[in-house]
């Protein structure tokens, strides 16, 4: 186990800049989540740290020791593959023990320590099995235990659960969760679902292009996001982004006063997250007048999509998302208003995306 | 119940009449007849007396067939130097090939290096040059080889008929195709692992590329023995030849002893029957693979 530090790495492919100067301290034993959409360097950030490919400019360090200099194989991390990777000419055994071989582990440590590993993993049965023996489930927990084995300065997972249907995903991410807190060893996990990041993280760092955008608790991705992309990313369905402005200290969508907001008059990016929205009369004061769109009842609740009209003169009508109490129906059309819970308005710069830096204050309610 | 009537194929009375057979079968019976009949004709000549080897209208089947015609055709030619001779050249290119074709195959598949891709265009023209047109350059090669680096190695030696084909672009191109097949993580699980480039050639890619090493070793063995112009030029001792210039030993200049030239043939292929048989598992199965990869 060891502490995993990224200093200034950037990484170009041609004219694709995949990485761009990526700071990252993992402290040791943690489990860090990197969590971004497709495209944007999740797994070119994990192939230079395995060693896999080498950083444009920057260095790498593992127990403080700069290892940009060393093949994957001299660095002493363990990595599980989105497609599992397992040699598929050889026994489960066989495939949990070739690390251990390569490292001339006496033989009956390595005996110890597959069997072990297989019964942690709950695989002791399927040794004797050739890969292509197993079911879908099953490989993933081979390609676990093969990683986990070494035991390894650090752990890198790309995508492990994308190939699992829904149900085994939910299970198996519970069951990784338990393992890290038994063996707590540094990991780091990528995905491009913000569900996963959010369930299974001590910190989530989400990118975007390349970048970092931000890097902290669920808490305080969810609760504080830096920017728009971080707001329009996280949470399901994410938060909503429409265009408003900021006038005699008070943030206004459509016309309707949502929170109080000391600062200049500006244009900027008000965002509310579905679960903090009230669908009220079209009438009431300080409600941002909507027409409904469609509503899409889940069982638990009902997800309604309305479009904002008139925020902006220049913009077709904005959508966003309420969710409502199950049994909540309107026909499509229907005008009504959205109101935001106090202290639920979030307030971004309309250009930048940055969120403005005085937190919100409550508009009192009593006022 | 259901079962009384699913036994009865829903539209197959509609259907109407099939053809009993696949119509493919109506190019491939004749070809193989044009495949069988010489073959055929090869082993009936064996057993024939040189009588009726010579007549005309050829005599299909021979009337007392002359199994001693194997024997005197050992006898008449050392049969068993020739074999040897072979052996020997077919053994030491198949190992070469292997060795040196699968290095160069997968540096080409996998390893990143200035040139490749021109090296590899390289290699690829020279396939296109007839054995023909480099022959007299390849046979001085050889003689300098003789003359300067070990008698063993020069012309009317066994050397020259290994030294050309130790390695040959085909066995690279082909080797290459197939390790491009297999899937890059699992090379890059093994390096994670702790595996070095080599490591992961011997105990991840080539285990899992047996049918192509088979195939590869199967057609340089087809090859080797096959060879006829080459040994023809370099060989001209007897005790160096190999079984397909051993065999012109039955075409004399003004008759040839047809019965005993055909046993030889006859002799000279069961060892390369046996190959094919043993590697057609995966000779259909690989030249079938890269015919639908490309
Ligand atoms: N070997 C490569 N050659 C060229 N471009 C690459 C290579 N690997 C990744 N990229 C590019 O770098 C960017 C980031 O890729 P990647 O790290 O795989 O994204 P992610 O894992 O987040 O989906 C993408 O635009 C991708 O096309
Ligand atoms: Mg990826």
């Not at chain 1, 709950?122 to 990683?147: E, F, H, N, T, W």
Request: proline share 7%.
């Amino acid at each position: 186990m060891a502490e995993v530090e990224y200093r200034g790495v950037s990484r170009r492919f041609g004219e694709i800049q995949a990485l761009h100067d990526l700071d990252l301290l993992v402290a040791d034993g943690e489990f860090l989540i990197l969590v971004g959409p497709s495209g944007c360097g999740k797994s070119t950030a994990l192939r230079l740290l395995a060693g896999l490919d080498k950083p444009t400019s920057g260095e790498i360090l593992i127990a403080g020791q700069p290892v940009t200099r060393l093949g994957p194989g001299e660095r002493d991390i363990a990595m599980v593959f989105q497609n599992y990777a397992l040699y598929p000419h050889m026994s489960v055994f066989a495939n949990l023990a070739y690390g251990l071989r390569q490292r001339r582990t006496p033989r009956a440590e390595i005996q110890r320590r597959v069997r072990e590993t297989a019964v942690l993993l709950d695989i002791d049965g399927l040794l004797d099995r050739k890969p292509g023996q197993l079911s879908g489930g099953q490989r993933q927990r081979v390609a676990m235990g093969r990683a986990m084995v070494r035991r390894p300065q650090a752990f890198l997972l790309d995508e492990p659960l994308s190939n699992l249907d829904a149900k085994l995903r939910t299970q198996v991410r519970g069951d990784l969760k338990r393992l890290h807190l038994e063996l707590p060893v540094t990991s780091i996990y990528v995905t491009h679902d913000q569900v996963e990041a959010m369930t299974l993280g001590d910190r989530i760092c989400v990118m975007s292009n390349g970048e970092v955008q931000q890097l902290g608790t669920t808490d305080d991705i969810y609760n504080r996001p830096a920017n728009t992309f971080v707001a329009g990313f996280m949470g399901s369905p994410p938060m909503n982004l429409v265009a408003g402005e900021v006038r005699g200290g008070v943030v206004r969508v459509a016309g309707a006063a949502l929170a109080d907001f000391s600062s200049p008059d500006a244009p900027v990016t008000v965002g509310f997250r579905p679960e903090d929205l009230r669908i009220v009369g079209p009438l009431e004061t300080d409600s941002v007048p909507v027409r409904i769109d469609v509503c899409e009842p889940l069982g638990s609740h009902v997800l309604v999509h309305a479009l904002v009209d008139g925020s902006g003169a220049e913009s077709s009508p904005t959508k966003v998302i309420a969710q409502a109490p199950p049994g909540t129906t309107y026909d499509p059309g229907a005008r009504v208003g959205l109101t935001v819970a106090p202290g639920k308005t979030f307030v971004f710069d309309a250009e930048t995306g940055r969120a403005a830096p005085p937190p919100t204050r409550e508009r009192i309610a009593t006022a | 119940m259901s079962t009384a009537t699913s036994s009865v194929e829903p539209g197959s009375a509609t259907r109407g009449w099939r053809l009993p057979f696949s119509p493919w079968h109506l190019v491939l019976v004749p070809l193989t007849f044009v495949l069988v009949v010489p073959m055929l004709w090869m082993v009936a000549t064996s057993l024939q007396t040189q009588g009726e080897a010579n007549r005309f209208p050829p005599v299909l089947l021979p009337h007392d067939p002359r199994i001693a015609n194997y024997a005197d055709a050992w006898h008449t030619a050392p049969f068993g130097t020739f074999f040897l001779n072979s052996t020997l050249v077919a053994l030491v290119v198949v190992a070469s090939n292997l060795v040196v074709c699968s290095l160069t195959g997968y540096a080409f598949a996998r390893v990143r290096f200035l040139g490749r891709k021109a090296l590899f265009m390289a290699l690829m023209a020279t396939l296109m040059v007839p054995f023909q047109v480099t022959m007299i350059p390849v046979f001085l090669i050889v003689k300098w080889f003789g003359d300067n680096v070990s008698p063993y190695l020069g012309i009317n030696h066994l050397g020259a008929l290994m030294l050309p084909n130790l390695a040959t672009a085909f066995g690279i191109f082909f080797l290459r195709q197939f390790f491009q097949t297999v899937p890059v993580e699992l090379e890059e699980a093994a390096r994670v692992d702790g595996s070095s480039r080599l490591g992961v050639l011997f105990k991840i890619v080539l285990p899992l590329s047996m049918p192509a090493m088979s195939t590869l070793a199967a057609l340089t063995i087809l090859t080797s023995w096959n060879d006829f112009l080459w040994p023809l030029i370099v060989i001209t001792s007897t005790d160096q030849m190999t079984v397909p210039l051993g065999l012109s030993y039955f075409q004399g200049a003004h008759q040839t002893n047809w019965p005993l030239l055909m046993a030889g043939n006859v002799m000279s292929l069961v060892p390369m029957l046996v190959v094919f048989l043993l590697a057609q598992r995966y000779f259909v199965q690989s030249v079938a693979g890269t015919g639908l990869k490309g």
